[in-house]
């Protein structure tokens, strides 16, 4: 369809769904798009977020579908807007719907800085507060018996101090490791690993990686997102290689980094739910009550940085590959306000006031007391 052709692969598989939701509910509903309405548009959407109040037609979708938050229903409103806006330049909607969709859409300016046009359909968001992941949770989790392989430690090291995404840590290919100093690609004198945004990936993992990558003339990987990497995490990588990695790399015909190390499917590249089920393994064994994410951790990297470099945002960006510093202030800024504490606590013991309640108050000594 010419509606998906301007975007790339990735965004394409999401807003196709997104689209077939959509054509299943005109379908349900005995509407064709050209007797849509803004009004319609508007029930949808309030019918795949769960704003429902009242009846808005024919159910579409199955029970077991649950509403979807205001991030993906973002998305939803973005490709459901340039469907009828493309439809319209063949004349296949009303010019009330376009005119609506249009004289309600605001200009408003991105993150990045860019001015922006904001979707009317959209769903109001409120400012994001990303989870903050405890200390005390990273460390139950690297508690003996808890992790269970080689692996499994790598990658929870990985996702701690690199703060990689989990699509681009799945999605790491040998060629993008450069974990030694002064590698022949150049870009970074310190070791490194490139994050490669691919589609072809066997394990379906893809980066969010805008930065185009090239090769060399010698084969090595450049550009995409360089990110730096940890002594733990090259000490980590190598005892993986070489205790697991190793003895079943026969089996494999990918050039992808992690792979599973037992099981059914040995040497199969590991898919990004297979380390989400792995965490969810491992806080059971650790008995943590808490959901734990692999973006949880690159919150907690990107937070800590942000602190660490007294709050410089441009270079936080830098490192963990966003197009704006703005991105740092507005959301992963916000994990660093803990910080405000120390000071808070401070103001609080300046600005005591008399503890006049009884449990406040100290203990006081009877003046015939010997």
């Known amino acids: 369809m010419n509606v ?3 975007y790339g692969t990735s965004t394409q598989q999401t807003y196709a769904y997104s689209l077939v939701d959509h054509l299943n509910w005109l379908l349900a509903n005995g509407k064709t798009p050209d007797v849509v309405t803004f009004d319609d548009l508007q029930r949808y959407m309030n019918g795949v977020t769960g704003q429902v109040d009242g009846v808005y037609g024919a159910v579409w979708r199955k029970p077991t579908q649950k509403p979807i938050g205001p991030s993906a229903a973002g998305n939803v409103a973005s490709v459901v807007k340039a469907y009828y806006l493309a439809l319209a330049a ?5 010019a009330e719907l ?6 309600n859409t605001v200009a408003q ?3 990045s800085g860019r001015m922006g046009q904001a979707n009317p359909l959209a ?3 409120a400012s994001r507060r990303p989870r903050f992941l405890p200390d005390e949770v990273v460390q139950a989790l690297f508690e003996p018996g808890v992790l269970t392989s080689a692996r499994d430690v790598m990658i929870l090291t990985w996702l701690h101090d690199g703060g990689i995404r989990v699509g681009g840590l799945c999605g790491l290919r040998f060629s993008d490791l450069h974990l030694r100093r002064n590698h022949e690609c150049g870009q970074r004198a310190d070791p490194h690993v490139h994050v490669i945004g691919r589609d072809d990936n066997p394990n379906g993992a893809r980066a969010k990686a805008y930065a185009p990558a090239a090769l060399a003339r010698d084969g090595s990987v450049l550009d995409g997102v360089i990110r730096a990497v940890s002594p733990d995490m090259i000490s980590t990588f190598h005892a993986y290689l070489l205790d697991e990695f190793h003895p079943i790399s026969h089996l494999m015909d990918h050039e992808q980094v992690l792979v599973h190390v037992a099981g059914r499917t040995p040497g199969a590249a590991l898919t990004t739910a297979g380390v989400r089920k792995m965490l969810a393994r491992a806080c059971r064994r650790a008995g943590l009550q808490v959901r734990v994410t692999p973006h949880g951790f690159r919150h907690k990297a990107a937070a800590a940085l942000y602190a660490e470099s007294d709050f410089n945002a441009e270079l936080v960006a830098q490192e963990f590959g966003w197009a704006s510093p ?6 992963y800024g916000k994990s660093a306000n803990r910080h405000a504490m120390k000071y808070l606590q401070q103001a609080w013991d300046a600005t005591a006031r008399p503890p006049s309640e009884p449990y406040l108050a100290p203990t006081s000594v009877p003046e015939d007391a010997p």
């Open 4 to 6: 998906l052709k301007r």
């Open 123 to 125: 769903p109001k968001t």
């Open 98 to 103: 376009v005119e609506a969709l249009r004289s």
């Open 109 to 111: 300016q991105s993150k």
């Open 326 to 331: 703005q991105m740092v202030t507005d959301l």
């Open 90 to 94: 063949s004349g296949e909607v009303s």
